[in-house]
């Protein structure tokens, strides 16, 4: 069966690689593209690798919930998807409804789901199956905490740098290349959205802390806590690569991992653990791709996951070349 798919707000980066993994994907077929600023143009002024002649629309809450797709992926800023839900939800003829913004993240009705944490979700819903896609930063820590976080003894700090694709394609003080050139700027120090989200759904108690760097895409997440007794490295690994064992595209390693290691692709690397001569304070590190990880490919994870579908359909198929076909990204 080939599933319908629907995607608004298509301007952004993460938009455009979604896009480009639903061509890619053997059982989905784009249906529409939404986007106000490009509305009229053809599908290849947004994704130059694709000849699919499409014509980008801009469609407002009725008319999309009117093209009765089996899949709608909601790619706005945050603040916008309600009118669209409402819709959506009236003409209850969508399978899955995923919105990639934080709009749904506190959200108890809608499944949120990093799919190697969370995935047990979707055996328990019914109707339109609604999935709220994670943050990126949220994402790189939560993988990072979940095999340890009963170890934990208190707060877990987390200290996370991104590439300036994460402050998106308006023009903005986080990336600005003048600022950013041989800078890195911190910024939300305190109460950023994605340290409420991990709080809520890790269940743990993190302080984090988020800077923007001048590469483009990429996280680098150094995560520190203090554990309730006496740990091992080598038994820190362990217990990661148990873990995450069935996970495809989660790795975990002794050495420090870095974002040249996952750039252009879905996978996330833990590693790096590092133990105090007592045994009580460890960090580790985390990295992923923003753009795939910490957004696109995770949202195809999760529609796989939705309609019954091998998980890593269109995911490997978009990025197993990724790099050369994006050698021009900035």
Known sequence: MTYRVGVLGARGYVGKELIEGILLHPDLSLDWVSSRQLAGQKLP????????????????????????????????????????????????????????????????????????????????????????????????????????????????????????????????????????????????????????????????????????????????????????????????LEQFNAYYEQSKYIECQMDIPNIKQVVHTPNCIIGGFTVSDDGMRITQVSVIDNLAKGAASQAMQNINIALGLEEHLGIDELYSNFSQTHSQEQ
């Open 45 to 236: 002024a947004l994704v130059p690798n694709t000849n699919y002649n499409l014509i980008i629309e801009n469609l407002d809450a009725q008319q999309v919930a009117a093209k009765n797709s089996d899949v709608i992926v909601l790619a706005l800023p945050n603040g916008l998807a309600a009118d669209y839900v409402a819709e959506i939800e009236k003409a209850n003829t969508a399978k899955v409804l995923i919105d990639l913004s934080a709009d749904y993240r506190f959200t108890s009705d809608w499944i949120y789901s990093v799919p190697e944490l969370h995935s047990d979700k979707f055996k328990q819903s019914s109707g339109i199956i609604k999935i709220s896609n994670p943050g990126c930063y949220a994402t790189a820590m939560q993988v990072a905490i979940a095999p340890i976080k009963f170890r934990v003894h208190g707060t877990v700090n987390c200290y996370g740098i991104s590439g300036y694709s994460g402050a998106g394609t308006k023009p903005s003080p986080n990336n600005d290349p003048q600022r950013l050139k041989d800078n890195i700027l911190p910024y939300a120090l305190v109460e950023h959205i994605h340290e409420q989200e991990v709080i809520l759904h890790s269940e743990c108690d993190i302080h984090f802390s988020p800077h923007v760097a001048a590469f483009f895409r990429g996280i680098n997440m150094t995560v520190q806590w203090r554990a309730n007794g006496p740990q091992n490295k080598n038994e820190l």
